[in-house]
């Protein structure tokens, strides 16, 4: 029975050629997209599953309600007393730094070693990595011990048992505890070495406000979540705040409301890469990862609806076959399973095809995403063929159940021509496969133009032939070291102007605090700057004077803000320069606002931009030692000579030994658009995917259905009808069915894609332009895809169709 069931099979395969081959690239074209999206998506889950304690391991982030935004810092003074009265914290680890690089001396070399981490004591509880020399009891005990990675070990001594060795960095000598082996697993915490930043804690351990770490906890087994979070509210955030808001005259829920933060969030270690809020090692995305897998899983939809069309489509072709082994005692189950059958060959064999195919692109979707993904997870081969097996069942069942439902008696007779079964079913389907297709078209353009705009967006400066280098050797006084090569880096050919800024577009670097003034506090970024940075950035002046590096009082407490500042305030540019307030970091002061500048951007275009204060550089104590860069605008007629000329400097003359660290802000801050401009290409992708797909589909099926109309428009044609009546008529009915597709399918996406612009603080107005087109462009293709069909059908041979009429 299975024989004759597969030669049945074949056979229908030979003589529906055209609809086999589009069943099979359509298949395969979905099943391909569906795995390497199910790739990406179960990569960005595997991260952190090595470590063993993963279960316990929580990332803090905290939530302020006056922003309704999450944070990703804690002070120290707040997880230490999270351990010392929440029953349910069993320990925490601070870290300060990542990515951090030294010039390290060791006996033999000196070698610039990067991608290190500041981090608490109790480190590698929470990170147990192999260890291969030394201990990890006491490893970060102290302020004057490393812990090494294998790979750093090498670098610096050749070998990995170094345990004992001293290395120098940072004018300081420093043992080495302890080397470890970093998990060839998916993770984000990969430090290279790691160091203890004492001094640093010892300064804010009584510091509640200053935000200065990240922060990870251990639970104890069976801790209940909820209650860690209300003790949290309770125990640390209340009673920070009854203890600040005494001095202030306000209530402890004012306070909150103002300073925050009001409520905290735990997220589990391996969730953090996709699930956190808000994370210390990189933004989490999961929002476009789940957009991308539905969009995977709709192509694979419509390649199934395809099949369905196409096997109702075909239904007249089995008819008398269906009559015949029903006649002769075949069972309504016998010739579903028959159907089905043949539905899984096919599906099968997409299945093969889509794996080769998966292998063969997966080399470049790894460089699109920059990993290293390999087809051996078995979960990628599991949930893929449950897709198969889905598409069987999907595309399978409903023809199957169709076709068994023919009356014999009926079919036998001839008049299965004359029965509309199926054709509301093959209409109905059609029109979802062209909703998805219009969503696509939709979807694709309106993503195409809010990237499009970003790109084209007046940034508020700058940034082109304007280079900005970085110091790695630290200096006791960067400030010193900045105004020298301030002075000696003029002289270089090439140099046309230099400045120092601490908010620069793109770097990602950024501090903030408080800013009060009476009964109100906003939190804005500090920017802090040399006197003519914002004219060296182009930024415009709206009201009021630049700083004026005459006059004393612009050195002590006058500054400029920008206008989200005097917006966050609700002030009228007149009140702002008349005001005075008082900054988180210099409380005692009185701050006066000398101008305001125009907004400009220096995080990215999805976020809103931020109150910024600028002052100089000099005006508190602490902002001096922070100066980390140097920003020169080069001569637009011989970058690059002047670039080699910049570098033999700085290697020669300012940090021997170290590399010479520099970007063009320009470039810089367009690297925040890689990530839209990534989820265009795919979508462009896609869309063509889907396409592709949906019209290989309606050719196919208007083909078998305009044959099925043959003898009609071989009547016609004997009457008189013109070429033009007859192909008008036979594509009429799709034009109809793509007219609804699309109308439907217009506000499902203007909802949708309105959703996905409102992640975005600068967004296009939802354009007309995209529905119009996709209404114009799908009638256009289903007229050009059907019409060939129908063409042909225009010059069929009369006497083979009206002979035996």
Not at 35 to 59: A, C, G, R, T, V
Not at 125 to 130: C, V
Not at 324 to 349: D, H, P, W, Y
Not at 505 to 533: F, T, V
Request: glycine fraction near 6%; charge should be positive.
């Amino acid at each position: 029975m299975l024989n004759n069931w597969l030669k049945i099979a074949f056979i229908n395969y030979k003589k529906n050629w055209l609809s086999t081959i589009i069943n099979l690239f359509g298949l395969t074209i979905g099943l391909t997209g569906f795995m390497l999206i199910l790739m990406h998506w179960n990569d960005e889950e595997s991260f952190e599953k090595w470590n063993p304690k993963k279960d316990q391991i929580y990332s803090f982030q905290t939530y302020h309600k006056t922003e309704n935004s999450y944070g990703n810092n804690i002070s120290y003074p707040m997880a230490k007393r999270a351990k010392e009265v929440i029953p349910g914290i069993q320990d925490y680890v601070l870290f300060n730094g990542s990515g951090m690089g030294f010039k390290m001396v060791t006996k033999n070399k000196t070698v610039y070693q990067q991608d290190g981490m500041t981090a608490s004591d109790s480190f590698f509880n929470f990170f147990p990595f192999k260890l291969v020399a030394g201990s990890y009891k006491d490893a970060l005990k102290g302020g004057n011990v490393i812990a090494l990675s294998t790979t750093a070990a090498k670098n610096l001594f050749g070998k990995t048992n170094v345990a004992g060795e001293t290395v120098k960095f940072d004018n300081k000598d420093f043992v080495v505890t302890a080397v470890y082996e970093l998990p060839k697993e998916n993770t984000q915490i990969k430090p290279e070495f790691v160091i203890n930043p004492v001094e640093l804690m010892k300064g804010d351990e009584n510091q509640w406000g200053n935000f200065n770490y990240g922060c990870f906890f251990m639970v104890k087994n069976g801790a209940d979540l909820d209650l860690i979070r209300q003790k949290f509210i309770k125990d640390i955030f209340e009673y920070r705040a009854k203890q600040d808001s005494e001095s202030s005259g306000q209530t402890v829920q004012q306070y909150l409301e103002l300073y925050g933060p009001s409520d905290s969030l735990l997220t589990p270690l391996d969730k953090i890469k996709l699930h956190a809020k808000a994370s210390w090692f990189g933004n989490p995305d999961f929002k476009t990862l789940m957009i991308l897998f539905i969009l995977s899983v709709l192509i694979v939809v419509l390649s199934a609806i395809n099949f369905i069309n196409l096997k109702t489509a075909q239904a007249s072709q089995r008819a008398k076959e269906i009559g015949v082994r029903k006649a002769i005692g075949s069972t309504k189950s016998n010739l579903v399973l028959q159907f089905l059958l043949e539905t899984f060959v096919i599906c099968m064999a997409s299945y093969l095809l889509a794996l080769a195919l998966t292998e063969l692109l997966l080399p470049s979707f790894n460089k699109f995403y920059e990993k290293e993904m390999k087809m051996t997870d078995w979960h990628i081969y599991f949930y893929s063929f449950a897709m198969v097996i889905i598409v069987t069942l999907i595309s399978g069942l409903i023809p199957a159940t169709y076709l068994s439902n023919f009356k014999a008696i009926e079919t036998l007779k001839g008049n299965f021509a004359r029965s509309k079964h199926g054709v509301w079913l093959r209409n109905g389907i059609l029109t979802l496969q062209l909703i998805i297709s219009s969503f696509f078209i939709i979807g694709g353009l309106i993503v195409n133009q809010q990237v499009k705009y970003m790109m084209n967006k007046d940034l508020g400066y700058n940034g082109k032939q304007i280079m900005m280098i970085n110091f790695n050797e630290n200096h006791p006084k960067p400030w010193l070291k900045y105004e020298r090569l301030k002075t000696e880096m003029r002289k270089i050919k090439g140099v046309a102007d230099i400045s120092y800024g601490e908010a620069v577009p793109g770097s990602g670097r950024a501090s903030s605090s408080n800013m009060d003034y009476m009964d109100k506090s906003i939190q804005a970024q500090h920017g802090s700057m040399d006197y003519n940075y914002l004219q060296f950035m182009n930024v415009k002046l709206k009201k009021g004077r630049w700083l004026d590096p005459n006059l004393a009082s612009d050195t002590i407490t006058n500054v400029l803000v920008n206008e989200a500042f005097v917006n966050k305030f609700g002030w009228k540019d007149e009140e702002a320069l008349k005001n005075v307030f008082h900054p988180g970091f210099d409380y005692q002061k009185d701050y006066h606002i000398v101008g305001i500048v125009k907004d400009f951007n220096i995080r990215n275009l999805k976020t809103a931009i931020e109150p910024i204060v600028f002052f100089h550089y000099r005006e508190t104590d602490w902002k001096r030692f922070n100066v980390y860069n140097i920003q020169l605008k080069i001569k637009p007629d011989d970058i690059d000579g002047t670039v080699k000329r910049l570098k033999t400097y700085w290697q020669n003359n300012v940090e021997q030994g170290y590399p010479f660290d520099y970007y063009f802000l320009d470039q810089k801050f367009a690297k925040t658009f890689e990530k839209y401009q990534k989820q265009q290409t795919l979508f462009t992708i896609l869309n063509a995917m889907v396409l592709m797909v949906a019209l290989l589909g309606l050719f196919a099926l208007s083909s078998l259905m305009i044959e099925q109309k043959l003898k009609d428009v071989a009547i016609r044609k004997t009457l008189g009808a013109s070429d033009k009546t007859l192909i008008l008529g036979l594509t009429k009915q799709f034009l109809w069915i793509t007219l609804i597709a699309v109308l439907i399918s217009i506000p499902i996406s203007y909802y949708l894609m309105n959703e996905w612009l409102k992640d975005f603080a600068y967004r296009i107005d939802m354009p007309v332009l995209p529905f119009i087109l996709s209404l114009v462009a799908l009638l256009i293709l289903t007229f050009s895809v059907v019409s060939i069909k129908a063409y042909q059908a225009t010059k069929v041979n009369l006497v083979k169709y009206l002979k035996y009429e």
